[in-house]
């Protein structure tokens, strides 16, 4: 059948279609300036030339058909001109800067627009992806009349679909059902959103097709004789009342027919609605006024009334519909609307473009803010009326607080505005984002923090020994999975670092026990501690301890006990045990008491107090100094204070040798300064630091000392001077620290 439709089509002819347009535009009172047009007809014809079409026809005509489609839409002259050049920049030499010179670069961007929309490529997905994928084009629209446009050349192609090959009018039609149809819906077009639908439908289901309008055909003449009898029976009592209307009457379109019947699992004489009729009234209360007399008329069905006048959908729409019994018993649907209303219904967004331009139109047209102004008032108006999809929708697409791109197997990714491929990465995976060492958008590589574009082809380079996320990271990522991905990232490096401090940290406690961990790391010793501390892996243990988990005191008596109980080859260890008790007894005896953990040379049981200006740990180099009536003051050696007191003499003696005993106690106060840069976050991020590291904070005070600059001071419970050392470690490496140092030296 199409064979014979190809033979029997003569290719169309531009110029005639052209001068038909022409005709058009002067015939709808449009004021367009006609010699612009043409020039942009004969550019366009001159640029496609020897292109054909597959029904043979010059390829100009399709932009001609657009155009004209642009035309019907009520588009504004830039629109027109932008039709009928939409192809050149794809498939002619022609550039953006080629049509900028003649038609201004805001013809030249709406072409480039239209171009970008139709290289995205299209496959089929889960319905989720669609929606992303809708919500991409929109984005990618910027101006809406890239979006008008390309629903007018894909409404043409569906058109003139017959010529296609088979399969490219399945791939075609369900792009159109599943992006083009619901974006001309979501702009309230629905008569392109029809239109398409049925196209569609043609091609993805033509038994089904074949079935409703074969079906439909056979009661035409009834139904038409009862749709005209309806309308003269309600176009006579409304004037008889005096009330000015419109009836139309139509048979509904075959995709919502379609759907019904596959929805209510139905055959098409079960679907009883499938005439509506159409009462166009001048105002809103004569709309009320027509509803309350057809409710006279008929019998209304329960249940079907509806008033999207006080309460508009989400597109726009507005009227009030009912269902009523007709004269036989035949149900039909009448929906009541005023004239503007059923503008905004049939054209949707293009009708509010076209109002704005006959009203007013320079505001429309003058700088990308202003472009959108009077969406945003629509958005306005709408929000009270909690009309949730579309105008949302609507908002985050044209406002763009969100960015649409493609993964390289075409899967679209929603990344916030302004996210890098950095966010890109870590939303397919952590890995991939913990691994990334490179990113190519569109092919070209960029650097981590490009700023993502609609549309873009991301891909990301991955290397198993990449040194993983930087810190920097953070200040570049937009999205919170991914910096939270970073931060985890980190995390996990700090588990690897306190593998390494929990190691050492049971290495010097089983040191004080004349131990070694050679001695311990033996599967019989080990393996049944682990078991009843609960880890799976050595490494485990060592982390715990580093972390803080368990005490590193707790660890080494358990494994003291291990030894102990362990087969008699464990000899040696034991006797190595037995030797490090006697010393230890032996040393205790000659050094006296320890207080607070010190031995005071020559002092059993003096009074100790730790000096407030260098905080002393376990593990520092200390001294002691004999005060008058308060015992013993210990202090760091490096103390700048000791250090003034030395060349005193009248200090001299009264200093004393002091150590610390094998035995300290738990926790010993000291405090550190962290000179920074002054910026926000800083305190937040210390104490997520310090609370990482199950630090016992005492007191934490943050000033600005002027010049940008912040000094932190910090008073901590510690256990001794390797945890210190750890912790200034922690401290230091975080953003706009420049030092950490501990007081007193
Ligand atoms: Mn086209």
Known sequence: MQEEMLQENKPLDPDLMFSQLEEKLRTSGHPVNMERIRAAYEMAKQAHAGQLRKDGSPYVTHCVAA????????????????????????????????????????????????????????????????????????????????????????????????????????????????IYAPIAHRLGMQRAKWELEDLSLQYLDPAGYMEITKSLEEKLPMLEGFMSSMEKK???????????????????????????????????????????????????????????????????????????ISTPKPNMYQSVHTTVIGTEGIPFEVQIRTWEMHHTAEYGIAAHWKYKMSDGGDAVRSGDEDKFAWVRRLLETQQESDAQDFFHDLKIDMFADEVFVFSPK?????????????????????????????????????????????????????????????????????????????????????????????????????????LSLDDVLDEEILAPILKRLSYTSTEDMYAAIGYGGITVGRVANRLRDEIKNAKPDRKTALDKVAAAAERREQNAKKEGKAVHGILVEGLDNCLIKFSRCCTPVPGDDIIGF????????????????????????????????????????????????????????????????????????????????????????????????????????????????????????
Request: glycine share 6%; with cysteine; net charge neutral.
């Open 67 to 178: 155009a004209d489609i642009t035309v019907d839409l009520g588009l504004d002259e830039d629109s027109i001109v932008a039709a009928l050049l939409h192809d050149v920049i794809e498939d002619t030499t022609l550039t953006h800067a080629d049509i900028a010179h003649q038609f201004g670069v805001p013809v030249a961007d709406i072409v480039e627009g239209v171009t970008k929309l139709t290289r995205v490529q299209y496959t089929s997905k889960e319905e989720e992806q669609m929606e992303n994928l809708r919500k991409m084009l929109m984005a990618m629209a910027k101006d809406i009349r890239v979006i008008l446009i390309k629903i007018a050349d894909r409404l043409h192609n569906m058109r003139t679909m017959a010529y296609q090959t088979t399969e490219k009018q399945r791939a075609k039609s369900l792009e159109t059902m599943e």
């Open 234 to 308: 309600i176009q006579d009592r409304l004037e008889a009342l005096g009330i000015q209307a419109t009836i139309y009457s139509r048979i509904k379109h075959v995709y919502s027919i379609y759907r019904k019947m596959y929805a209510q699992k139905l055959d098409i004489d079960g679907i009883f609605d499938l005439c509506a009729f159409r009462v166009i009234v001048d105002t809103i209360p004569d709309c009320y006024n027509v509803l309350g007399i057809i409710h006279d008329m008929f019998k209304p069905v329960p249940g079907r009334f509806k008033d999207y």
């Open 410 to 514: 075409g899967d679209v990714i929603n990344l916030p505005a302004g996210a890098t491929p950095i966010d890109f990465a870590y939303s397919i995976h952590s890995d991939v984002g913990n691994h990334m060492v490179g990113a190519k958008v569109n092919g070209r590589i960029v650097t981590y923090d490009y700023v993502l574009q609609n549309g873009d082809i991301v891909e990301i380079r991955t290397s198993k020994s990449a040194p993983g996320p930087s810190r920097d990271w953070l200040n570049i990522v937009k999205s919170g999975s991914a910096r939270t991905k970073i931060k985890q990232w980190y995390k996990k490096e700090r588990r690897e670092e306190n593998v390494i401090r929990g190691r050492e940290m049971l290495e010097d406690e089983l040191k004080h026990n004349g």
């Open 626 to 745: 004999i005060t008058r009536g308060q015992g013993v003051s210990i202090h760091r050696k490096d103390c700048s204070n000791y250090q003034k007191s030395l060349a005193n003499a009248e200090n001299e003696g009264r200093w004393i040798r002091v150590s610390w005993a094998r035995e300290t106690t738990d926790s010993y106060v000291t405090t550190l300064t962290i000179a920074s840069k002054d910026r926000s976050g800083l305190v937040m991020d210390i104490a997520t630091v310090l609370n990482a590291l199950n630090a016992k904070v005492r007191n934490l005070s943050s000033r600005n000392t002027g010049g940008n600059l912040a000094l932190t001071v910090i008073t901590l419970e510690v256990k001794n001077a390797a945890e210190v050392r750890y912790i200034m470690g922690r401290l230091q490496a975080i953003p706009a620290v420049t030092s950490v140092t501990r007081n007193g030296s």
